[in-house]
């Protein structure tokens, strides 16, 4: 493997079950994508309150297809059913099935390298993606806290 990452676990393949999403999903320039963020997460949970519906795990960021100068994005709360739409949220659900996943430790600017190491090994593992890849943020960043203490739990669907 030409990629050295030694602060990463081994990938690992895992059977999901299908997973619900209250979404706001968006085709943005990769710059934008803090702001989509910023934008979706007061939305989703505005709307998972007014339905009463809560949270069932920690929030997703949801790749579908290939990403290029533009990521079609959908930033996404966990829940155990599907959402009726409210305005910009929707409903999404990932599918079961085969995924390959890779613990990530630190700051989101070594994401890229993260899945560019995960995407390197499923292909000399033989393995191909399905074009649906996720990141889900297992701790919340403090205001000033340490990016370092970041996990994130990288996921691609496989074919």
């Known amino acids: 493997m030409n990629i050295a990452q030694p602060q990463y676990d081994s990938p690992t393949l895992t059977q999901r079950a299908e997973q619900h999403l209250a ?85 989101y600017s070594g994401l890229a390298d993260a899945y560019a190491f995960l995407f390197e090994w499923l292909a000399e593992a033989g393995h191909t993606p399905l074009g649906l890849a996720w990141e889900q943020y297992l701790t919340e960043p403090e205001p000033g806290g340490d990016p370092a203490l970041n996990e994130t739990l990288l996921g691609v669907h496989l074919a």
């Open 23 to 107: 979404v706001v999903r968006d085709t943005v320039q990769l710059d934008a994508i803090p702001a989509l963020y910023d934008r979706a997460f007061p939305l989703i949970f505005a709307a998972l309150e007014a339905a009463g519906t809560a949270p069932s795990g920690a929030p997703y960021g949801v790749v579908h297809g290939a990403p290029g100068d533009t990521l079609d994005l959908s930033v996404a709360v966990p829940v155990d059913a599907p959402v009726a739409p409210s305005g910009e949220v929707q409903a999404e659900t990932l599918p079961a099935g085969t995924v390959a996943t890779l613990l990530v430790r630190g700051d």
